[in-house]
T-cell receptor, first 115, second 116 residues
Framework: QQQVKQSPQSLIVQKGGISIINCAYENTAFDYFPWYQQFPGKGPALLIAIRPDVSEKKEGRFTISFNKSAKQFSLHIMDSQPGDSATYFCAVIPISNFGNEKLTFGTGTRLTIIP | KAGVTQTPRYLIKTRGQQVTLSCSPI?????VSWYQQTPGQGLQFLFEYFSETQRNKGNFPGRFSGRQFSNSRSEMNVSTLELGDSALYLC???????????????FGPGTRLTVT
């Protein structure tokens, strides 16, 4: 069953604009919400992550907004640059005492930043 | 600090054959997870190993198996290959220290498997 729904599938943003990618999850028993960035020919790289006890986390130009009641979280990329062009995946990890570090990924968003 | 390494990077096999992929985690990381990435199904969890024991398993047939060695290096094996097994196979490592949940997973570049 699909536990994480990601949108949009693809996104084109002008340089300097704000890129916004959204994810919604179906199960409340998740404890960790990371975003991964993947360039062609590379493995996913952890970009930024949030725990459910905070509503927002910012690292440089990247911000995660988290809405626990709506079961949604989103990635905002401010001042988007051509180098940000990549595929972005949201993911969730279930609450676990130990030994359940299984990432469930969203379907991915192909982001293209145009000059 | 060296990242996660995977070998080989590319592999071409024919249907019915078997294949073994290798993963070396980041030094000090004891947990290794494997994922399959395809355009149609996206990124799907295969299994996770910690201290040579499989702790978690995804919804894949028994043709997919893995193991972990005492130095934390891991291998995954796919037997009786099918065309649908063509994918990018990714390995990720975490510290996974006993009694401590660590969520940060670091991925290798993957092995691109093509089954003809």
């Amino acid at each position: 069953q699909q536990q994480v729904k990601q949108s949009p599938q693809s996104l084109i943003v002008q340089k300097g604009g704000i890129s916004i990618i959204n994810c919604a999850y179906e199960n409340t028993a998740f404890d960790y919400f990371p975003w991964y960035q993947q360039f062609p020919g590379k493995g996913p790289a952890l970009l930024i992550a949030i725990r459910p006890d905070v509503s927002e986390k910012k690292e440089g130009r990247f911000t995660i907004s988290f809405n626990k009641s709506a079961k949604q979280f989103s990635l905002h990329i401010m001042d988007s640059q051509p180098g940000d062009s990549a595929t972005y995946f949201c993911a969730v990890i279930p609450i676990s005492n130990f030994g359940n570090e299984k990432l469930t990924f969203g379907t991915g968003t192909r982001l293209t930043i145009i000059p | 600090k060296a990242g996660v390494t995977q070998t080989p990077r590319y592999l071409i096999k024919t249907r019915g054959q078997q294949v073994t992929l290798s993963c070396s985690p980041i030094s000090g990381h004891r947990s290794v997870s494997w994922y399959q990435q395809t355009p149609g199904q996206g990124l799907q969890f295969l299994f996770e190993y910690f201290s040579e024991t499989q702790r978690n398993k995804g919804n894949f047939p028994g043709r997919f198996s893995g193991r972990q060695f005492s130095n934390s290096r891991s291998e995954m094996n796919v037997s009786t290959l099918e065309l649908g097994d063509s994918a990018l196979y990714l390995c990720a490592s975490t510290k996974g220290a006993s009694g401590l949940v660590t969520y940060e997973q670091y991925f290798g570049p993957g092995t691109r498997l093509t089954v003809t």
